[in-house]
């Protein structure tokens, strides 16, 4: 299987996430030097990391609130 069709399964599997960080390890050099378990952790934290911002931006954007607002303040 060619990158391009693991990248095409990802996406048609909603995992936009984990494609992107793998697209970011492909990029980095230095991720040669972590294992494969360590690796697939990052990929499966990027992917967790990135539904819980994806679900938090909805609930954010449905609540309507009158001012912006963020949990910092």
């Not at 069709?5 to 793998?22: C, E, N, P, R, V």
């Not at 040669?32 to 697939?40: A, I, K, P, V």
């Not at 990027?46 to 303040?73: G, H």
Request: hydrophobic share 40%; charged share 30%; glycine share 2%.
């Amino acid at each position: 299987m060619t990158r391009e069709q693991t990248f095409d399964k990802l996406y048609s599997l909603k995992m936009h996430g984990y494609a992107a960080a793998l697209e970011e390890q492909l990029k980095n050099p230095e991720m040669d030097s972590l294992g494969f378990e360590q690796r697939l952790a990052l990929l499966v934290d990027a992917q967790y990391l990135w539904r819980e911002n994806r679900a938090y931006a909805t609930r954010l954007r449905q609540a309507r609130l009158k001012i912006s607002a963020c949990i910092e303040d």
